[in-house]
């Protein structure tokens, strides 16, 4: 069974950067696409960003580019998002996710696993 555990949320002031981490238990977990999605309260959950599973293609949802990067350490089984320049919109509850294929993909439907999620917070 996979188990996925996040960290590294916290409360920030906008402009501030936060890492999170992400990891990963069980079988073959080093051989499958992960993303994190987030969710703010009241919406839907939305794709940031994902990573194949060599890491070498990552991809990410519009309003992240330039700000956060994902990656992913196989040895650890473990992603990470960097996230710099936050502010208040990105504000949200973070999971993190993975699907049994080597390409990450937008849609939330498509991850069968999902972690417990870890908050972030980001003040004016």
């Known amino acids: 069974q996979v188990r996925l555990v996040e960290s590294g949320g916290g409360l920030v002031q906008a402009g501030s950067s936060l890492r999170l981490s992400c990891a990963a238990s069980?079988?073959?977990?080093?051989?499958?696409?992960m993303a994190w999605f987030r969710q703010a309260p009241g919406k839907e959950r939305v794709f940031v960003a994902g990573?194949?599973?060599?890491?070498?293609?990552?991809v990410y949802a519009d309003f992240v580019k330039d700000r956060f990067t994902i990656s992913r350490d196989n040895d650890k089984n473990t992603i990470y998002l960097q996230m710099n320049g936050l502010n208040p919109n990105d504000t949200a509850e973070y999971y993190c996710?993975?699907?049994?294929?080597?390409?990450?993909?937008?849609?939330?439907?498509?991850?069968?696993?999902w972690g417990q999620g870890t908050q972030v917070t980001v003040s004016s």
């Open positions: 069980g079988p073959d977990s080093s051989r499958y696409a």
């Open positions: 996710a993975m699907r049994p294929f080597a390409l990450a993909t937008l849609e939330a439907k498509f991850y069968d696993f």
């Open positions: 990573i194949n599973r060599s890491g070498s293609v990552p």
